[in-house]
């Protein structure tokens, strides 16, 4: 039987992989992406990425816990390169069985740290690593709500995208809709999207709800927000709700 790696060695190769699937012409997405500081991309695609990920758990699922996946996602996390954060991520998520409480402040340190400094790891790692953790240890949500004051951006993001998963069966809405409140005063777009956003997915499990809120708060809440959050509401709905929430 083949030993496992140990992190440090799947990590390694990972990158390897990811080097030998990395695109000539390698676009840089920073723009589109928002990225904060210097990112690597090599343009490998989502598919390919995914199968390396798949790969390396297989390979290591018998051998390792959620000790060694947390090692190997911190060791690729800590990598300016964007597809390498991204495997980190899609491995550690593949053991989502074994998440306890205490992986709440890693990935907070990691969004504060800069380490996702990107819309999109940003959300990849609230829908997979986050969002998860919180449905499985709901006692977890309240404690996004002093996420929404943090200094970085991308704590404040993940303050309300990490609470989707848990609004989409109608769980922790009340926390959803605090934290959603308390950013409404956040003039950065990332966030009013975001907030739009989380405010539209639990919508979805309570409709008259969400109406309600946008009535009692609209002249608080930036336009942007507002668009977002009503896109699932009939046309008319949609129409009397930009009227009703003008400040």
């Known amino acids: 039987m083949i030993p496992p790696k140990t992190p440090r060695q799947a990590a390694l190769a990972a990158r390897s992989a990811l080097r030998r699937i990395a695109r000539a012409h390698a676009i840089d997405y920073s723009h589109y992406l928002r ?3 210097p990112f690597v991309f090599l343009n490998t695609g989502t598919a390919p990425m995914r199968a390396i990920a798949v790969s390396i ?5 018998s051998g390792w816990t959620l000790r060694e996946a947390l090692e190997f996602a911190t060791i690729l996390m800590a990598d300016r390169c964007f597809e390498f954060k991204a495997v980190g991520i899609e491995v550690l998520a593949r053991f989502e069985r074994q998440f306890t409480p205490s992986l709440l402040p890693v990935l907070k340190r990691w969004l504060a740290d800069g380490l996702a400094a990107n819309w999109a790891t940003t959300d990849s790692l609230c829908g ?4 998860p953790l919180i449905v499985r240890h709901l006692a977890l949500a309240d404690r996004l709500g002093a996420w929404t004051r943090h200094r970085s951006l991308w704590v404040r993001r993940a303050s309300v995208v990490g609470l989707i998963a848990s609004a989409r069966k109608g769980q922790a809405l009340d926390r959803l809709y605090d934290n959603a409140e308390r950013l409404h005063g956040d003039g ?20 008259p709800r969400l109406e309600r809120y ?19 509401f009939p046309d008319a709905k949609r129409r009397a709700l930009l009227i009703a929430t003008r400040a």
Request: proline share 2%; aromatic share 6%.
């Open 35 to 37: 990225a904060h500081g």
């Open 57 to 61: 758990y297989r390979e290591q699922r």
């Open 128 to 131: 997979a690593l986050l969002g």
């Open 188 to 207: 950065h777009d990332l966030i009013q999207k975001a907030v739009g956003w989380s405010l539209r997915e639990a919508g979805k499990t309570d409709m």
């Open 214 to 232: 946008l009535r009692d708060h609209g002249a608080s809440i930036p336009r942007t927000t507002v668009r977002y959050a009503i896109e699932r």
